[in-house]
């Protein structure tokens, strides 16, 4: 079988190649993302696999089934960037990872609590330069805090466990409550009275259409003077020009984002030497009580390697006409 690879790095060619010893696959690797663009790129192979920031819309699906795709694989959690109907429509399987380390993005989310707080960051640089100044370093405790949690799948449960060894008082939103969680003595309550309670607020949920721009002018307005917000779920959740405008009334104190919106002309590339014309980030990293990490809360060697593991077995079964034993089949 042979699987084409898009928006592929070094690292992915790394874990990849390891764990297809197994398989024997015929791998080949584009760096390019998938899209209208490239996908005519796509010759003679049985499954593509994309990320996060390909665009496998319906006119790319009718592409992938004409030239005999038949499978769609996803090496990340999130779909939303598939169109599912058309895949449907074309009879292409389409296969995610649905959970991987999840206590990789929890504690990465907790490295940007922490940061933002104790402005670790900076001090970093000051020592550097010989400057051993406490001034502009100042933080709170975060023990004792309210903490927000909004979506309490793998990821979010794992955020909310750290937290709750923090000595925090964590409470939660999700359509579906956890009752090992709440056991743990985590609070679900509605969604204004997280927004409205909480220090300290953090994002796992879905992206979709009842949850994009979920943080908004009104929303933001629930929150309370002076909140931390981070988000390293996914881009969408959040309007980001209203997020600007809460920043600058000093409603917001502290942002931290491991996704953007508009992250796929950003994300995972190297813009040093590049003049970057989205206004609307530059704007955002301007704020100094803003941390902005490029998409990287997933990185770990156990998360890749799992990912690369899911996905190969995934591809596996569904080339031989059986069902992964995973759960990651999308499309039955």
Known sequence: MKILFFSAKPYDRTFFDLHNERYGFELEYLETHLGPHIVEAVQGQTAVCVFVNDKVNADVIAVLAAKGVKIIALRCAGF???????????????????????????????????????KTHKAYNRVREQNFSLNGLMGFNVYGKTVGVIGTGKIGAAFCKIMK???????????????????????????????????????????????HHLINARTLQQMKQGVMLINTSRGGLINTPDVIHALKNKHVAHFGIDVYEQEEKLFFKDLSESIIEDDTIQRLMSFPNVLVTAHQGFFTDEALSEIAQVTLTSIDALGKGTEPVNKSVILV
């Open 165 to 211: 060894g923090f000595g925090c008082r964590v409470i939660a939103y999700d359509i579906a409550m956890n009752a090992d969680l709440q056991a743990l003595g985590i609070e679900y309550q509605d969604l204004e009275t997280v927004l409205s309670n909480s220090d300290i607020i953090s994002l796992h949920c879905p992206l979709n259409e009842h949850t």
């Open 80 to 118: 939303n960037n598939v169109d599912l109907e058309a895949a449907r429509q074309q009879g292409i399987r389409v296969c995610r990872v649905p959970e991987y380390s999840p206590q990789a993005v929890a504690e990465h989310t907790v490295a940007m609590l922490l940061t933002l707080n104790r």
